[in-house]
C-alpha cells in the first residue's frame, strides 16, 4: 500500500466513497438518475481497481501471467453487468454492452492511444511499435470477429440457421472460445517468470484487492442495472446508447487509461499491446463466455446481433488491422477511430 502513489491513493478513497454512496442510492431509493451516476461512477471505479489488482498479482509471475489474470479476472464489472441485465430482462443493454465493450476498446481507446503516441513526436509525428508485437493481436481479433460477423449474418438472414440461434451461437462460443485457448496456452508457456518482481503491492495485497473489487462489481453491477431502467426513460436515451456507451466506457475505457497513459510517456510497444489485448480478450474470450453462461439465465445473449453492430465489427475488425499491422500510426488514424466510434455513439442515441 505504502507504494501506491498519491493519486492512486486519492483514486482508492474515491472508489470507496461512490460505492458507498451508490449503495445508498440502491437502498435508499434515491432518485433514479442520481443513483444510476453514482452507480455508474463506481463501476469505473471498480473496474479501475480490478485491472490495478490484476496487474499487480500478475506481476508476481510474469507478463504472460498477467495477460492471463486480466482475461480471466480483468472484465468482472463487464461480467457482471451483463449477467444482472439478462437477470433482469434487459436483452438490448446486455447485448449493447458487450459489443460496446468491443468498440470502447478497438476504436475510442486505441484512437487516443495513437492519438497521445503522435503527438509526442511532435507535429506530424509518427507512433512507431513493433509490427510483429501487434500482429498477431490484431490477427487473433479478426479471425475472433469475422467468426462473430460470419454467424451475425447467418442468424440475421432469412434462412434455416436463423431457426437454430441458440445452437449455433453455442456451437461458435466454444470454437471462439479454443482458438482464444490455442493462442494463449503457448504465449504463456514461452514466458518466463521474472527473476525480481517488479510489484509495488505485496501480493497479498493485491489478492486481497482484487477479491474485494470483484465482488464489489457484483453488487453495484446489480445496483446499476436495477436504476438503469427509470434513469434512461428519465433522460430520453436508449437503451443501445446506455449499453454501448455508457455501460462500455465505464467498465473499459477507464481501466484502459494506461494505453493512454504509457503512449503519453512514449512506451508505444506497450501502450498498442495493452489496447489490442484487451480487444482480443472481449471478443476471443468474455463474450463467448456469456453467450454459454447465459444459456442458464431465462433471457440469452446470442451473435444474432442487429446490422448495425454486424457491419461495425467486421468494419472494426478490418480498421484496427490496418491501422496496426505496419507498426506506425498517425494523428489522423486515432482521430478516425475516435470518429467511428461517435457516429455509432450517436447513431444508438436515436435508436
Not at 505504502?2 to 474515491?14: D, F, G, K
Not at 475488425?317 to 490496418?322: C, D, L, R, S
Request: overall charge neutral; some cysteine; proline content about 3%.
Amino acid at each position: 500500500m505504502n507504494q501506491l502513489s498519491v493519486i492512486e491513493r486519492a483514486a482508492l478513497a474515491a472508489v470507496v466513497a461512490f460505492t458507498v454512496l451508490a449503495a445508498l442510492g440502491r437502498y435508499a431509493s434515491w432518485p433514479a438518475v442520481p443513483a444510476f451516476a453514482l452507480a455508474t461512477l463506481a463501476l469505473a471505479g471498480l473496474a479501475w481497481i480490478v485491472a490495478l489488482a490484476t496487474e499487480q498479482v500478475g506481476e508476481h509471475f510474469g507478463p504472460a501471467a498477467t495477460g492471463l489474470l486480466q482475461s480471466s479476472i480483468g472484465n468482472l464489472p463487464e461480467l457482471f453487468v451483463v449477467i444482472f441485465a439478462l437477470r433482469a430482462g434487459e436483452r438490448v443493454v446486455a447485448e449493447s454492452a458487450i459489443v460496446g465493450s468491443l468498440f470502447a476498446n478497438a476504436l475510442l481507446v486505441l484512437g487516443i492511444v495513437v492519438i497521445a503516441g503522435s503527438l509526442r513526436r511532435g507535429a506530424g509525428g509518427v507512433m512507431r511499435f513493433h509490427p510483429q508485437l501487434s500482429r498477431d493481436t490484431a490477427t487473433l481479433v479478426l479471425c475472433c470477429l469475422f467468426i462473430i460477423v460470419l454467424v451475425g449474418i447467418s442468424l440475421s438472414a432469412s434462412d434455416p440457421a436463423a431457426h437454430h440461434v441458440k445452437a449455433i451461437s453455442a456451437i461458435a462460443a466454444v470454437l471462439l472460445l479454443s482458438v482464444y485457448l490455442i493462442w494463449v496456452i503457448p504465449h504463456v508457456r514461452r514466458e518466463e517468470r521474472p527473476a525480481q518482481s517488479a510489484a509495488k503491492l505485496a501480493l497479498w495485497f493485491s489478492t486481497v484487492l482484487l477479491v474485494v473489487a470483484g465482488a464489489g462489481s457484483a453488487f453495484v453491477s446489480d445496483w446499476f442495472v436495477h436504476a438503469l431502467a427509470p434513469a434512461i426513460h428519465q433522460l430520453h436515451i436508449s437503451q443501445a446508447f446506455a449499453g454501448l456507451v455508457i455501460v462500455a466506457i465505464a467498465g473499459n475505457a477507464v481501466e484502459n487509461a494506461a494505453g493512454v497513459t504509457l503512449a503519453a510517456k512514449g512506451s508505444s510497444d506497450l501502450a498498442i499491446s495493452v489496447v489490442l489485448s484487451s480487444v482480443a480478450q472481449i471478443a476471443a474470450f468474455l463474450f463467448p463466455l456469456l453467450v454459454l453462461i447465459s444459456l442458464l439465465l431465462s433471457t440469452q445473449l446470442t451473435f444474432a446481433l442487429p446490422g448495425l453492430y454486424v457491419a461495425a465489427l467486421a468494419l472494426t475488425a478490418i480498421t484496427v488491422w490496418q491501422v496496426t499491422d505496419d507498426g506506425e500510426a498517425r494523428a489522423f488514424e486515432g482521430w478516425a477511430l475516435v470518429a467511428i466510434y461517435a457516429i455509432l455513439a450517436v447513431i444508438t442515441l436515436y435508436e
